[in-house]
């Protein structure tokens, strides 16, 4: 083997290795100097794989759809299902959890509620959600003037947006304490 053979599969090993390296952790990141917007105190932990939200008067699953709450290490498990925006719909009509089946995908206004604006990936409170994926969430608010869109919440760094009702995205149900 040439010496410039030798470099360069040590340079391409080099590269791979740094890539490999540089991969993403998904670990919260979060700002002390920003004022969190979704404090624990402000909720009420049912024990029972929901949470209620003082301020909203809203209740929430802890996990999203497809995954399942376990209170001995306060963490969800099983995989997030993805779902297109009718089913997402479809799915929360007559659910049932908690021995409520009135769950429905939130509107925008709830989602975003959840939206811990002092972190990011994801931008929502771990505590409270664990397990949260970084992505996006389905809210049950349509585009007004597309029919072929609704929006959604990012968890990733908590914007929201237009998505196509098509494309599969997760979800968290809620439902009205009240």
């Known amino acids: 083997m040439t010496l410039s053979n030798m470099i ?8 791979l290795l740094g890539a490999a ?3 993403p952790v998904h670990a919260q990141t979060c ?6 917007t979704t404090p624990t105190d402000i909720f009420v ?32 498990i099983d995989d997030a299902q993805q779902l ?8 929360a009509h007559g ?3 908690a021995n409520f089946n009135d769950w429905r995908v939130p509107n925008l206004k709830e989602l975003t509620s959840l939206v811990e604006r002092q972190c990011v990936r994801p931008a929502i409170n771990v505590e409270l959600f664990p397990s949260t994926p970084s992505d996006d969430y389905w809210s ?7 029919p072929a869109r609704s929006w959604i ?7 929201n947006s237009l998505r196509q009702k098509q494309q599969s995205v997760f979800v968290r149900l809620v439902r009205n304490v009240n």
């Open 8 to 15: 360069r599969k040590s340079l391409v090993a080099s590269v």
């Open 21 to 23: 390296l540089s991969l």
């Open 31 to 36: 700002l002390d100097s920003i004022d969190n």
């Open 45 to 76: 932990d049912n024990a029972n794989g929901t949470i209620t939200d003082m301020t909203t008067g809203l209740m929430w699953m802890r996990c999203s759809v497809g995954q399942t709450f376990q209170a001995s290490d306060n963490q969800c």
């Open 84 to 91: 297109n925006w009718q089913q997402a719909l479809t799915t």
């Open 95 to 97: 659910f049932s959890f």
């Open 140 to 146: 049950s608010t349509p585009s007004v003037t597309d």
């Open 153 to 159: 919440v990012a968890f990733f760094n908590g914007s």
